[in-house]
């Protein structure tokens, strides 16, 4: 066993917060996306020129992280006066640390084939129609294998997952951290069932990453690679957006 590594195991300790924390910071979701609009259009309107729209996009959803990232690191040192990025579980180094590095590429294939045998159809989501240029692919990349799943995973997989977990046992507790990252993203395929299934599959994947190294670093390494796989792959098919 690596020395500070997280063991095998599952989680090694319990999450000091509880359910009404949890609801807090849920509650607080839409008014900091709220916010986080109104200040960003309020910035851009101060520009000599309005950004394109991935420019926009990024912004907004950057502004909205923060705000409510703001809000549980509060949560965290204002009641309970504990560190942020410990409690979350970002360890390093953690169990299999290879096998992690290695995990999205092969997920992304295995999804892949999955979406085949389901017939999952092609869907313009939101996210494609944000890749117009060079610039827009370069921003929306870069969001797509950084702050998105850093984000992401430190939400579903650092704050939500543990006390789920602790509540109804790993395979509920990852099940149900796993579902709302799901439905996040089910708007950008038009609510689509196979491309829902698909998405609470490679989150429960996620899930299951964290609870077995007990690092959410392990499973936003995991997360990072493989929207970089998918991204990729949709730009080798799409090579005049480079171009």
Not at 18 to 25: F, I, Q, T, Y
Not at 92 to 100: E, G, R
Not at 159 to 177: D, E, K, M, N, Y
Not at 185 to 192: A, I, K, L, T
Request: proline share 6%; aromatic share 16%; net charge positive.
């Amino acid at each position: 066993m690596i020395a500070g590594a997280a063991e095998p195991s599952g989680l090694r300790e319990e999450p000091f917060w509880n359910w009404r924390d949890a609801a807090m910071l849920a509650a607080l979701a839409i008014p900091c996306l709220a916010l986080a609009i109104v200040l960003s259009q309020g910035f851009f309107l101060l520009l000599p020129k309005m950004p394109g729209d991935a420019a926009r996009a990024i912004t907004m959803q950057f502004a909205a992280y923060g705000f409510w990232f703001g809000a549980l690191w509060l949560i965290l040192r204002q009641r309970y006066h504990a560190p942020f990025w410990s409690s979350l579980g970002w360890r390093y180094p953690w169990p299999n640390m290879l096998l992690t590095a290695v995990l999205g590429p092969a997920l992304v294939i295995c999804i892949a084939v999955l979406g085949e045998l389901l017939q999952t159809p092609v869907i313009d989501n939101a996210v494609a129609r944000l890749l117009r240029d060079r610039w827009s692919v370069l921003l929306v990349g870069t969001f797509a294998v950084t702050l998105g799943p850093l984000a992401e995973e430190l939400i579903f997989r650092g704050f939500f997952q543990p006390l789920a977990v602790r509540s109804f046992g790993p395979w509920i507790g990852i099940t149900l951290a796993s579902a709302p990252f799901a439905l996040l993203h089910g708007p950008q395929y038009s609510w689509n069932w196979q491309h829902v299934l698909l998405l609470f599959l490679a989150s429960f994947v996620f899930g299951y990453t964290r609870y077995r190294t007990g690092s959410t670093a392990a499973s936003t390494i995991v997360h990072a690679t493989y929207n970089l796989t998918f991204f990729v792959g949709y730009i080798a098919q799409r090579r005049e957006l480079l171009g």
